[in-house]
């Protein structure tokens, strides 16, 4: 793997929400869902971005493939500064980046058959003839695993599962190098789960694919990624290959994170505490560390000083003040 | 299992409940759809349905009351063949006309008369029935105007202008409602906040009365053709923003769903969101809402034609030849130039039951659904 060949590079990304209150609007407070994060995405590798619901990790796919317009920061896709693209610049673009959704019901427009459905993005970009483009439809739908019949059947005649290889053959229609995989199994069966997950390694390895894989759920991450970042409140809280996040999580959050996997073994005992109280809200975040009302190892100093993200080994980098005491 | 359970497993398995199909249409649907075709077949081949022009005048004949139509003749004998008789005056002041039952003329279906041109273009002279061009007496089965003229042929002809009108109107109105509600709801901010306060300033003010300004921007003395066009663009000036607002809050519920992003994932520009998948979801709504306000149109160009400003003569419209029956004497002489106002009465009523069984066909709220889909 040319592991070191950067794809895609964020740099202090952030994206606040407005919100408008009083009779006027006058009053204007923000939702920070990202708040200044930034990553690499390497060729060909699987990176999990990881975290609670409305930690920002969607709001984060999306700003990376402009879907929502980011409110500073900077993205650059294969040496490409994506935020200076104009409109017609940044669709001729899209067909490089592709999204796969959570909800496979709610990504496919029930009017249209699934032919029309998957040569939608080929029409777009004016690929091909009519004839080539069926073509296409047919071997994309040969390779998600659907019969060809499909073609003139509509989303609701199909499962979950069937849903959402629609929505990756649609995704792959126009030979991407990279997808955002936006909890593309949370909405799933579990045994339907590791179907959805086999065919995206498959393709992966035929297509020399890169994802930004999102989900809330470590277990499902272990299987596949290469790396993991860890978000909390619009914040990256650790990033490290696979094995080190999971052999030794470094932040209490991550750590907290996988104590909460279930373990399927009944004999298994919980060493770890279970996440104390709710998540804060991303309109009013606390001070300093945003953890620090539910951590258990909080320090005075967490409570006032926001702990930079920095690197404790090769490729393993935590932001978080107690790390930072043991290594100093 | 009833439709709650049914819905509520396939809720419990994680699935949305699929889109209905289109139910289907009976009982008195097929009524409504029955009078709306022959409606429009008799609009439509006008020229061949009307055995007289709608201007020729019948001048022996003024103010005809509708000939009877007869099976049985004066002396008991039965025809298959229906005829009528030879119509004479009544010798006094009084205009009143007598039957000549010595004189017997049968009534022919695919009679020669007049010559026309279908649509103005295939030239013919068949007409759908009367009676024979060499008999001496017309066939008038609704009487005739002061003038002269056929009531039924300009009935005909009139149909073909009210419906013409109403349709033209549904389309344009449609097309309005659809582009403003699409852009409005798609774009939001400021040029939503023009467009709707404007729509609702135009709703604000009573229809006839927008529809009498509306018709006063235009030039009094105007051209048929002209005046057709000038019917429509009051009609959809006045009720684009029923389905505007109607397609904007359709537009809105659309907008924010994964598969429009999924679209603009794609490289799709708006207008390829909204017309491949944000206005065919508003389509149907807006196409009802539209059918709904038909009945408008057609009572708003009879209400027009009435006061004079709408369709002129000799050009006949329903709402004209009402006109003539405003004065009192003619209304207790001349009853049968009442029958103009039974066609805009029953038109409307087949128009509005149409919207309302549209409505009820696709609205999966509607009560009288039947059970179990899904």
Known sequence: ????????????????????????????????????????????????????????????????????????????????????????????????????????????????TIGQIIEEPLQIHRWGTKAERRERVRQLLAEVGLDSDAIHQYPHEFSGGQRQRIGIARALALNPTFIVADEPV??????????????????????????LFISHDLAVVQHLATRVAVMYLGKLVEVAPRSEIYRHPQHPYTQLLLSSVP???????????LPRGEIPTALNPPSGCRFHTRCPYALPECREQEPPLIEIQRHHWVACHLVGHNHH | MGREATIHSQEQRGERVPLPPPRRWTGHYRAIILILGMLSFIAGFAEFIAPYDYRTQHRAVINLPPMPVHFVDARGRFHLRPFVYAITRVPGAQRRYAENTRERYAIHFFVRGEPYRLW?????????????PESPVRFHLLGTDQLGRDVFSRLVYGSRVTLSIALASLLASLLLGLAVGGVSGYFGGWIDALFMRFGELVQSIPAIFLILALRAAFPLEI????????????????????????????????????FVLSARAAGATDGWILRHHILPHALTPAIIQAAIIVPSFILGEAALSFLGVGIQEPQPSWGNMLAAAQDLTILLTAWWMLIPGLAIFVTVAAFTALGDAIRDALDPRSSSRPQGWG
């Open chain 1, 1 to 112: 793997m040319r592991e070191d060949e950067k794809l895609v590079e964020v740099i202090e990304l952030k994206k606040y929400f407005a919100l408008r209150k009083g009779l006027l609007g006058t009053q204007r407070q923000s939702v920070r869902a990202v708040d200044g994060i930034s990553f690499t995405i390497h060729r060909g590798e699987t990176f999990a971005l990881v975290g609670e619901s409305g930690c920002g990790k969607t709001t984060t796919g999306r700003c990376l493939l402009r879907l929502i317009e980011p409110t500073s920061g900077s993205i650059r896709f294969a040496g490409t500064d994506l935020l200076s693209l104009n409109r017609a610049e940044m669709r001729a673009m899209r067909r490089h980046m592709q999204i796969i959704f959570q909800d496979p019901y709610a990504a496919l427009d029930p009017r249209m």
């Open chain 1, 186 to 211: 949370s909405a799933l069966d579990v045994s339907v789960q590791a179907q959805i997950i086999n065919l995206l390694q498959d393709l992966q390895d035929q297509h020399g694919l890169t994802y």
């Open chain 1, 263 to 273: 373990v399927p073994d009944p004999d298994a005992r919980r060493e770890r505490e």
């Open chain 2, 120 to 132: 103005g273009i295939i030239p013919g002279s068949r007409h759908l029935f009367g009676v024979s």
């Open chain 2, 223 to 258: 051209s048929y053709g002209n005046t057709v066009l000038m019917l429509v663009a009051i009609f959809a000036l006045a009720s684009w923003p029923e389905v505007a607002r109607l397609v904007r809050s359709d537009v809105l519920s659309v907008a924010g769903r994964d």
